[in-house]
């Protein structure tokens, strides 16, 4: 099983990459939508409760973990990868950040949590010193698509707002699972190549299960957990992963 | 000392109100961050996080609890009451929703937890079966708040869109603890009269202690504790008590 984890609902638009490079592979998805949103809480909070889901999956038998909030991958990445030495774990930031190194002028947006750890700078800068990196954290983008306010006057204003310092990029990381939903918003505002790193993180499992024989990865049809069930879960839902699901509600912490 | 509780830091646009009101009095405020918004959040969660944050200020010493939370007033304002049969609870609803049964048409907006409980219509409809109740839920609004958008483009559009159905009210009631910091641009919109209904619980509040005089209300600074530091916390924290605080952290759930 790969076990997919995020702090709600947007962590499906990961799951539909993974499912399209991955299709008959089981995946089990954790949501804590009862602590949500991990992008404004602090440090500490995230990587406790980024510990307690991991275990949890690995409990259920996840042989493979799949750190698909931005916030967790910059703020307990690292840390997941020193605790759980011997299981392979895959975050949004390390899919990609290498690949992306080609480029000098940089544009990444995500949450307050991601872009103030700098993770993302520090991966592109390792590889690439010269490259120049603009971030800006969009707090708003996330409670926008949960709206469903996807290209009505308001979100085109606060798209404008938040990008309204981002030119002559050439290309535009949307470091949150949410972002995907305002891609074609978001093209109406700059011209940079937008970058889903969910894309890349999917070929990099499917790539790295091809030459790792020896992990046994059930086939079946994905499950969805959710600590709560807030509102517009199954609207959301739908909107990250193209397809309806059946959540089930458990707050195991 | 009055306990007073809520999701986050919103509730201290209701302390505001309670220090005008009563000055001398020892506050202790408990901000519920490491798990806000309760307002998209299902009702068993935010009953069960009401009642474990009520017992801890209680242990405290707080004789009398505040309920600043509109989503917890609505789904756990009962609730609580009937757990705590002997101590005074006033929450946001019970507070003016007699006070205000007077109109004939009414506004309230508030958090989907509080629009979705019908709490709000219930309490007014017992007093006034004639009253002509139009609500909605305006879920971008606190993160609007939270980011200090108060009067930019996007946060006009933003209440624009959600407010576009609300003609010809006497009264809006602001019935979440954000919308006053945007009651200005609210007016630039729509014709209605505001109603914050914490300036109606802070009287209330008053009245009852000066008829109480067995309820000893110690005298003091406030306390302002909160389950985790989040983005911008004294930043929201300034912007709904008018004035910078000393936060503790700490999470005790």
Known sequence: MIGVFDSGVGGLSVVKEIVRALPQNKIIYFGDTARLPYGTKGADFVKKYSLKITEWLLNRGAKI???ACHTSSAQAGDFLKTEFQTIPIFDMITSCAKELSYCKNIGIIGTPGTIKSRAWEKH???NNPEANIKTKACPLFVPLVEEGWVDNKASKEIVKEY???FNELEILILACTHY???EKT???IIGAEIVDP???LAKKLKTYLENNHDIEIKKGKPEFFFSDEPYNLKKIAKLCLNREIKP???DPF
Do not use: F, G, R, W
Request: no cysteine.
């Open 180 to 182: 995907p939903v305002l």
């Open 198 to 200: 969910a894309e890349y």
């Open 163 to 165: 990008l309204k310092d």
């Open 186 to 188: 978001i093209k109406q």
């Open 124 to 126: 592109i800068l390792s």
């Open 65 to 67: 973990i799949v750190v």
């Open 248 to 250: 089930k509600i458990i």
